[in-house]
């Protein structure tokens, strides 16, 4: 008896179990499909909202305001056929430091005179320049050698003299010697770099002074 | 004596047929008593099967029924790079119903008057004791106005949201977008030739992708209408087209118009020039007829000389020139300095049919193939079509065309002789380039750019060059019909003139002389100075890189004006 009463209390209670457990499952993706109905509402509201807020910036930054405020305030133009470049090589020009190199030009030349003309620098000392930059004392050479032979021909061939004599081989030399001189010519501080020694003697008269630039351009030329 | 009694031993009758009757009774309440447990076990059944179909299936009772997709009240309207050009937004609406209000009339008469100054109190009161259920006090409010509104508490005023067009851009390209009316329907623009699928809910999910550029627009607007104001200009009208595809990359027409409020626009103002306004073309239309002989092989070269006096008699009428010849001249020259009696006696060679020809296959002599439905009908000689009409025609006289036609015109010229009709939809996989037809020969088409190079370095549209982009091109001014002192400016140009990719016209209604031009007022004047702008503003936008070392071949024309210069 007791059997096959149990069998159907079992059978009963199994039955409610599994369909207790399938209701179970269906609530739960009832609910999570809730969830996500939600989430897929807030996502279209907040997508309205950012449509509402393009808008708005959208009308207050119009093209016209912009224009209006370029006008009135920033008046900028179109740019120039000659503002463009044409690749990557002219902009990497345009990047180059130049000023750094002219300024270390002079330094090259110093160390040209070094041999030949140290006559020059034995007249030297009596002025007592006082420079203990080697760059200074290189320029003061320079300015003296110049000075002291006052022609100007004169000055180009001691720099030619200076450029020939400096590197050993003969046809390298001339080609090397003469970039950094033609550089040195064409930059446009070296002028300037003189300039600015020129209060360490004020009573010098420095008037033949920009000609030995001109003639190393020359020279630089020629070569 | 016990005998049993009939009575008692048989059964009564009438016990009997109980006994019989209690039966069938039975029978029959058992039979009703399964048919109801049957109809209750079934609708329990019913139910049952119901709830459980619910939950398994059925909605939740927490579901928000609505919003899962945006779809706006009416489709947007975008630019080629999908800047909103159109779009509708909830504005919000202030109303009145009389009949609601509990406070004193006179009273919120008084507030109203005080936010919305434009009626009067007394209207207000009027309003308010009207027997009217409803008014509406104000559309497309703002947030303030309604904030301070809803503060006055009364249950009479009554605030709404509804859908509204809104266009973010102002008056950029008003007239090829267009406006609706108050019930949200296309009245004109693109808003009213699509409006069906901007309408449609099936459609108007997806916006409608312009051809236009705001940039470029905003670029040719501006320019223009610096133009228009200096030289005190009724109108103007400008058109930047792409040649190969017949995409408009920027069209206006001005006066400006605000389509946000296009009601309280002029009527010139809501007038699209454009497409809708049609104009004697004059010297911008002395090309065509280049192109045209070239193409019959009437001319053969440039050098090719014509006798140009200083005034041409024909067919009773007198033919004159701004920049007399008076000698025999190429057709180099012709078109550098716009003679009207070399371009005639080109003109008068061609002849009356072939030129007829050329003009229907451009899409001259009907009106402009263009979505919009703001187009204007072409004035010809129609039937009049003689030898002088010819002639006149040869020079841009007594043929009036939009100005839309002329940079299609100049399209078909330059992109190697195929006529496209102008879109002003964005080409792409839904929209297509169409089949062109040939209407010139790719050699013709060549050689023009040469000669048209040289009217912008050499003749009289000088002031159209900017540097560095090669722009050709072609003025020219046309006296009114009605009024032979009023002029109409146009220049039509193409750039860059060595590899031809972009049109643009420009023109200006009655422009009126200034110092700054020594009392001249021809288009190398005052709407040259347009082209040269707008085309250093959008050539870089465009990709065209600017190239001081680029020319079109000028070995083809320059030989043949050498004299000219020595003068």
């Not at chain 1, 690749?87 to 030949?116: H, I, S």
């Not at chain 2, 047929?17 to 609708?43: D, E, K, N, T």
């Not at chain 2, 900017?466 to 002029?487: C, D, H, I, M, W």
Request: aromatic share 6%; glycine share 8%.
């Amino acid at each position: 008896m007791s059997g096959s009463s149990f069998r159907s209390v079992f059978m009963v209670a199994s039955c409610a179990g599994a369909a207790l457990g399938c209701y179970l499952v269906s609530l739960r993706v009832a609910s999570e499909r809730a969830a996500l109905e939600e989430i897929e509402t807030e996502i279209v509201m907040a997508q309205r909202d950012i449509r509402l807020l393009q808008t708005e910036i959208g009308t207050r930054g119009r093209l016209a305001q912009l224009e209006r405020w370029n006008v009135k305030v920033l008046a900028l133009s179109a740019p120039a056929a000659d503002q463009f470049l044409e690749g990557g090589f002219a902009l990497a020009r345009l990047a180059r430091p130049a000023q750094p190199d002219a300024l270390e030009a002079p330094v090259v030349l110093a160390a040209a005179p070094a041999d030949a003309p140290k006559p020059t620098v034995r007249g030297l000392p009596g002025k007592g320049s006082g420079a203990d930059d080697r760059g200074v004392a290189a320029r003061d050479l320079l300015r003296v050698a110049s000075f002291k032979t006052e022609p100007r021909p004169s000055s180009s061939m001691t720099i030619n003299l200076t450029n020939q004599s400096g590197p050993p081989k003969p046809g390298m030399a001339t080609r090397s010697s003469a970039a950094p001189s033609k550089k040195l010519a064409s930059a446009d501080p070296t002028p300037k770099s003189v300039r600015s020694a020129r209060p360490a003697r004020p009573a010098d008269p420095l008037a033949p002074l920009p000609a030995p630039a001109k003639a190393a351009k020359e020279s630089g030329k020629t070569q | 004596m016990n005998a049993p009694s009939a009575a008692l031993v048989a059964a009564r009758p009438e016990r009997l047929r109980l006994v019989g009757q209690r039966r069938q009774i039975l029978a029959m309440m058992h039979q009703r008593l399964m048919l109801g447990m049957l109809v209750y076990a079934g609708i329990i059944a019913l139910i049952v099967m119901r709830i459980l179909y619910l939950a398994a299936f059925g909605d939740h009772a927490g579901r928000q029924g609505g919003i899962t997709s945006l779809v706006p009240e009416r489709g947007d309207i975008l630019d080629r790079d999908g800047q909103p050009l159109a779009r509708t937004i909830d504005a919000w609406t202030i109303g009145l119903h009389p009949g609601k209000l509990i406070g004193d009339k006179l009273d919120i008469a008084r507030a109203l008057a005080k936010l919305m100054p434009e009626r009067d109190e007394a209207t207000y009161f009027a309003m308010m004791r009207s027997r009217t259920k409803f008014f509406y006090l104000r559309r497309r409010a703002s947030p303030a106005l309604v904030e301070a509104v809803n503060a006055l508490g009364e249950p009479g005023l009554s605030l709404g949201r509804e859908p509204d067009r809104l266009y973010p851009q102002t008056s950029l390209a008003a007239h090829v977008i267009g406006f609706t009316d108050v019930d949200g329907n296309g009245v004109a623009g693109i808003e009213r030739a699509f409006d069906r699928q901007l309408a449609t809910p099936a459609t108007r999910s997806d916006p409608i992708q312009l051809s236009i550029s705001s940039r470029i627009q905003q670029a040719l607007e501006h320019e223009l209408l610096k133009a228009m104001t200096t030289y005190s200009a009724i109108g103007a009208a400008g058109i930047i087209m792409d040649i190969h595809s017949g995409e408009i990359l920027a069209m206006t027409s001005l006066p400006q118009l605000n389509p946000n409020a296009a009601g309280q626009g002029s009527p010139e103002a809501r007038f699209n020039r454009a497409t809708l306004g049609v104009y004697e073309l004059g010297s911008t239309y002395k090309p065509f007829t280049v192109a045209m002989a070239m193409d019959s092989g009437v001319i053969k070269s440039f050098g090719q000389i014509y006798n140009c006096p200083k005034e041409l008699n024909v067919y009773g009428r007198t033919i004159n020139d701004t920049h007399p010849f008076g000698r025999q001249c190429t057709v180099a020259e012709i078109m550098k300095e716009s003679s009207n009696i070399g371009t005639a006696q080109i003109a008068a060679q061609v002849g009356s049919s072939r030129q007829r020809t050329f003009l229907e296959k451009m899409g001259f002599l009907s009106p402009i193939a263009i979505e919009l439905k703001e187009k204007g009908r072409t004035l010809t000689p129609g039937n009049n079509w003689g030898p002088l009409e010819t002639m006149t025609v040869g020079y841009g006289h007594g043929i009036a065309v939009t100005p839309l036609h002329l940079a299609s015109g100049y399209a078909t010229l330059f992109n190697g002789g195929m006529y496209r009709p102008p879109t002003l939809l964005k080409v792409g996989k839904t929209h297509p380039v169409p089949k062109g037809r040939r209407v010139f020969s790719e050699e013709t088409s060549y050689k023009m750019r040469a000669l048209l190079r040289l009217v912008v370095t050499e003749g009289t549209g000088k002031k159209a060059d900017a540097p560095g982009y090669r722009v050709g091109g072609k003025t020219g001014s046309a006296e009114k019909y009605f009024n032979r002192s009023l002029l109409v400016t146009t220049f039509a140009g193409v750039f860059p003139m060595d590899e031809p990719r972009y049109v643009i016209v420009a023109m200006l209604d009655e422009p009126k002389a200034t110092a700054a031009t020594y009392g001249f007022r021809t288009a190398g004047w005052n709407v040259a100075p347009v082209i040269s702008g707008t085309v250093s503003r959008i050539a870089p936008m465009l990709g065209v890189r600017p190239d001081k070392r680029r020319e079109p071949n000028m070995a083809e024309v320059l030989p043949f004006v050498q004299e000219a210069k020595e003068q």
